[in-house]
């Protein structure tokens, strides 16, 4: 799986070392949000198409959330910039959650 993203391998490798099994491919947009928004579910973002992984903080959700909501991947309306996202459920042994994103160019 060498060089494939963490949404096209379906598994990934967080900052602090915790492996993750995707649950759910290519969230629509509605869930992200949802998601977004409970704290009990940690946001990572995954930027340059995956190559570089990063946590959200709380203080950024917001703006993040904003961004996704405007350029989410293959939305009927154009994208406001090149960068698009795709939103990924993914799912640890113990039954955690994580919601991570991927950024497109």
């Given at each position: ?77 154009s994208a406001a ?25």
């Amino acid at each position: 799986m060498a060089g494939l993203s963490p949404g096209s391998a379906g598994e990934l490798t967080d900052p602090d070392g915790r492996t993750w099994q995707v649950r759910r491919r290519k969230l629509d947009p509605r869930t992200v949000r949802s998601l977004m928004r409970r704290r009990d579910v940690p946001v990572l973002l995954g930027e340059s198409g995956g190559s570089d992984l990063r946590w959200v903080i709380d203080e950024d959700r917001g703006a993040l959330s904003e961004l996704v909501r405007r350029n989410y991947a293959f939305m009927a309306e154009s994208a406001a910039s090149d960068i698009v996202y795709m939103g990924y459920e993914f799912g640890d042994e113990a039954g955690q959650r994580l919601l991570y994103i991927e950024e497109w160019c």
